[in-house]
């Protein structure tokens, strides 16, 4: 045995792979972190049990930055980190009973949401026509898997659903998504550039 | 909320500070489980004297803790105020406000109940917790599952951790620097948004790639020494305690 073998750790990745890794470990938490701030800028609404929250906003930057291996990745640590009883969720809810409540359709639609955006915006030639029609199926996953949620938890009609789950936010999504959309442009070819070159001796 | 002491670790050794890590976050998960399930009144009498019990023990700072409940206190009022005109109903006869029914004003109370339980639960545990110790118990529950990289995910948690008041303090410098030049009066929504996220992003992105290259300086690696824990017959007990109020609150 050579004196070297002992001391070698059996799974360290190679220097490169660690390097991407480590990168998108601390972005992963940088996202979850702003999903969890987006969802304290909430604001409830005198119609429904829905709030107008940030969160899904995140969500969308997310998946943009992010794809959809690491913007799942990002939205099952916030889950978890609701799940735990950590107030993450909007307005500082948590706990597995909001997940399974009426409001957790949108909850588990975020996953979604992110993993549509991302697969789509990390696939071929980036523009700025895919990253808004890549913006615009994630949300209609993302409010036909929670509109269908509301209806069933709250055994309402689908009008009703309808009116206190997706009318009163359409021009949020509007806004959201023109905004989303606008940062992919500026903002995603210095993220893709990676950081600067490690210093090597 | 930049100077929010909430989540944040306050240095001490009393018995919750010593307890065993593992237990006190599996005494969280079902105290706030227990906050969800609870209905009747003497369910949060008896959740608001354990908490109050345990912010005495863990000699936490009552007052600044209080200060920063002031934000939820906001949100626990919209909420009451909201629930209280919505949700159809008999009017109170001491309280004769048109539109103000008893039963809304009694689901608002309920739900700022729960909302405060939460959140008291979570200053708990977070004030006698070091962000480290969550990073390791994470860490050893996900070990036996196979596929996981258990220490990836745990430095993911107790980075999310860290980064939250950093978050919270750019943004609060960035408003300001904003307000300084005169530019955060803008009525187009898009716009607004847009001149609020924009800066701020590429703020974080720059100060994430600092952190990596922090890290990487320092020789992060995730094949590392793992954490040992040790539990007491008082922290079993504590476990106990939080383990029998949640099984009378869903049973009862």
């Not at chain 2, 004003?105 to 962000?131: E, K, N, S």
């Not at chain 2, 009066?185 to 992105?205: C, G, I, S, T």
């Amino acid at each position: 045995m050579e004196p070297n073998e002992f001391f070698k750790p059996t799974t360290a990745p190679r220097e490169d792979e660690a390097r991407t890794n480590l990168r998108m470990t601390v972005y992963v938490a940088l996202f979850t972190a702003l999903i969890i701030i987006g969802g304290y800028i909430s604001i409830p609404l005198p119609i429904g049990p829905v709030p107008i929250v940030l969160a899904d906003f995140f969500t969308m930057v997310t998946g943009v930055f992010l794809g959809y291996r690491w913007g799942l990745t990002s939205v099952a640590l916030y889950l978890c980190l609701g799940i735990l009883g950590l107030p993450v969720f909007a307005g500082g809810k948590a706990g597995l009973a909001v997940l399974f409540g009426p409001t957790g359709g949108f909850l588990f639609g975020y996953l979604f949401l992110v993993a549509v955006v991302g697969f789509i915006v990390h696939k071929g030639k980036p523009s700025l026509f895919k990253t808004a029609m890549a913006l615009v199926a994630g949300n209609l996953l993302l409010y036909g898997v929670g509109v269908t949620w509301l209806k069933t938890v709250l055994k309402i009609g689908w009008p009703a659903a309808v009116a206190a789950g997706l009318i009163p936010f359409i021009p949020g999504i509007i806004i959201k998504i023109v905004v989303a959309s606008a940062l992919a442009r500026t903002l995603l070819p210095r993220f893709q550039q990676g950081p600067v070159p490690p210093f090597r001796q | 909320m930049a100077e929010i002491t909430f989540f944040q670790y306050i240095y001490g050794d009393t018995i919750l500070h010593r307890m065993d890590g593992r237990l006190k976050l599996a005494c969280m998960l079902l105290l706030s489980l227990a906050a969800s399930f609870a209905t009747a009144l003497h369910h949060y009498l008896l959740a608001f004297g354990l908490l109050i019990f345990a912010l005495r023990l863990a000699k936490l700072p009552w007052t600044a803790l209080l200060k920063d409940l002031r934000f939820f206190g906001l949100i626990i009022l919209l909420v009451i105020s909201i629930n209280a005109w919505t949700i159809p109903g008999d009017p109170i006869p001491t309280l004769p406000l048109p539109g103000l029914s008893r039963q809304g004003v009694v689901a608002g109370l309920r739900f700022a109940g729960r909302l405060a339980i939460i959140v008291l639960v979570c200053a708990v545990v977070t004030g006698t917790t070091p962000l480290r110790t969550f990073g390791q118990v994470i860490e050893w529950v996900l070990r036996p599952i196979p596929f996981v990289p258990a220490a990836r995910i745990a430095t993911m948690v107790t980075l999310t951790f860290a980064l939250i008041p950093v978050l919270l303090g750019q943004f609060a410098e960035m408003m300001a620097a904003q307000k300084a030049r005169g530019i955060e009066l803008r009525k187009n929504p898009v716009r607004r948004l847009y001149y609020a996220v924009f800066p701020f992003l590429e703020q974080m992105l720059r100060r994430t790639d600092q952190i990596v290259e922090a890290m990487e300086a320092r020789g992060y690696s995730e094949v590392r020494t793992r954490a040992v824990f040790k539990s007491t017959k008082r922290d079993w007990l504590i476990f106990l305690l939080c383990l029998s109020v949640f099984l009378y609150v869903c049973c009862s």
